[in-house]
């Protein structure tokens, strides 16, 4: 049985519900009125790349490519059924002209400096947006050197300790919301990769982790104090870095009684993409794995920063992790047992934004023949990253209005890293992740989910 209440008499018309409250099957999802805050944690090149592109394509001036939300389409009921809406017009996402951005950096240069410093869009698409790129000032940041050591910054807030600093991020968002009359906002991590951490007696309870910000537990990184502010405010939190930071027992039960949805971690971009689409190709057709070997060069900001062994652990961590959760060497030891799997970050400036990805993979087949597998993804780091920001902002939005709390797990498709409840292994397969994701948005609005099992066709 299906129930789809309307307190209006309109249906959904690209995403807009002004005045539409929507029941299926049990979720109500409140309407995206008004204006939505995008709150960004750092605004280096993937912030300021996600930011001109939001306001070249409200101007018509570019095409919203690699956004699911912006270009997607999903199947509704059977194949003959003829029904694939485009996701933005099933669900009631926010539209682009009612985003409002703002952010946090440790550097004071506008977006449109920043921007220009981080060399990844063309300087004439860059002066076309010059104005509301030049308008984004970021607030002082919240910053400690022992987590980032390759950067310095100069505009960085000081506290007697660190539950000060939250509180002066949760001023922050208040007065952001306040002086933009903001209806709702959702915060990202933007930022840099923080040193390697592991779990410590202080992320156990809230009421540890509270006591280590008056403390200055050296075990709470930056990253923790921003969740924290987040999910105190209300703000939905996406972890786009490898770090350790929401997916905490502390901020994850604090994100449940709170209400707030969180997602992360470690935008999937270039390599790990990659990963995510071969290998289960590869499992699929029972096609065994000697070795993975993959190196990146890059020269932004973020590989002078993993240039540090200490943030590349952090780093490495997450990419390693992939392969072995979707080959299963445990359930096909005859085809993945002891591959071997190597990860390198080559520090290398002139390359900039642009990062060259190069992996050979050693595969054997039928009667345990040898071939061999070589890609070379001469990818653009911020251009692959900038859309799957847009996209987590508005689904952490979405989740919010649905009455969805805590870890969104259907939000996997972006993350190398994917935060899962506690004992539970993350899904690395890409196609599955989507899956998940399209099921989520059908189950949200009373459509049958999709299983591909297609035997009513031949009955």
């Known amino acids: 049985m299906r129930l789809t209440v309307w307190a209006s008499a309109c249906p959904v018309q690209s995403g807009r519900t002004t005045g539409i409250i929507m029941v299926e099957k049990g979720v109500v999802i409140a309407p995206a009125n008004g204006k939505l805050g995008v709150l960004l944690v750092g605004l280096g090149a993937v912030s300021t790349t996600l930011v001109a592109g939001v306001e070249a394509i409200r101007r018509g001036i570019a095409k919203p490519v690699g956004s699911l939300t912006q270009m997607g389409t999903i199947r509704l009921g059977k194949r003959t059924d003829n029904r694939s809406p485009r996701i933005k017009d099933l669900v009631p996402l926010t539209e682009l002209e009612d985003i409002v951005f703002g952010a946090w950096d440790i550097f004071p240069d506008n977006a449109f400096d920043a921007a220009m410093k981080a060399g990844v869009l063309e300087k004439d698409l860059l002066n076309q947006v010059s104005e509301q790129l030049g308008g984004l000032k970021p607030m002082p940041a919240v910053f400690e050197q022992n987590f980032v050591k390759r950067l310095t910054g100069t505009n960085v807030k000081s506290a007697a300790n660190k539950m000060e600093l939250a509180e002066k991020l949760m001023e922050d968002i208040a007065r952001f919301k306040a002086d933009n009359g903001l209806d709702r906002m959702v915060m990202v991590w933007a930022a840099s990769t923080e040193i390697f951490l592991e779990e410590t007696g202080v992320h156990g309870s809230i009421e540890a982790f509270e006591k280590g910000l008056y403390d200055n537990d050296p075990a709470i990184a930056p990253s923790m104090i921003y969740a924290y502010a987040a999910i105190r405010s209300g703000v939905p939190f996406a972890n786009g870095a490898p770090n350790l930071t929401a997916d905490i027992p502390a901020l994850t039960k604090l994100a449940?009684?709170?209400k707030v949805p969180i997602c992360g971690k470690d935008f999937k971009t270039g390599q790990?993409?990659?990963?995510?689409?071969?290998?289960?190709?590869?499992?699929?057709?029972?096609?065994?794995?000697?070795?993975?070997?993959?190196?990146?060069?890059?020269?932004?900001?973020?590989?002078?920063v993993l240039d540090d062994p200490e943030n590349f652990k952090t780093k490495e961590e997450s990419k390693l992790s992939v392969l072995e959760h979707i080959l299963q060497p445990e359930v096909y030891p005859d085809l993945y047992d002891h591959f071997s799997h190597v990860v390198r970050i080559n520090y290398y400036p002139p390359r900039g934004d642009n990062k060259e990805g190069w992996d050979n993979i050693d595969i054997f087949g039928w009667l345990g023949y040898k071939m061999q597998i070589k890609i070379d993804f001469l990818c653009?780091?911020?251009?692959?990253?900038?859309?799957?920001?847009?996209?987590?902002?508005?689904?952490?939005?979405?989740?919010?209005?649905?009455?969805?709390?805590?870890?969104?797990?259907?939000?996997?498709?972006?993350?190398?890293?994917?935060?899962?409840?506690?004992?539970?292994?993350?899904?690395?397969?890409?196609?599955?992740?989507?899956?998940?994701?399209?099921?989520?948005?059908?189950?949200?609005r009373g459509e049958d989910l999709i299983t591909h099992l297609g035997l009513e066709y031949y009955d």
């Open 256 to 258: 449940e009684e709170r």
């Open 272 to 304: 790990t993409l990659m990963k995510t689409i071969l290998a289960p190709g590869l499992k699929s057709r029972m096609l065994g794995l000697d070795g993975w070997y993959s190196t990146n060069i890059l020269g932004n900001r973020d590989g002078e």
């Open 380 to 444: 653009r780091d911020s251009i692959l990253a900038a859309p799957l920001a847009l996209d987590l902002a508005l689904f952490l939005d979405l989740a919010q209005r649905a009455g969805m709390k805590g870890i969104q797990e259907w939000l996997s498709f972006y993350f190398k890293a994917p935060q899962t409840a506690p004992g539970l292994y993350p899904e690395h397969d890409i196609f599955i992740q989507l899956m998940k994701l399209k099921n989520t948005l059908r189950h949200m």
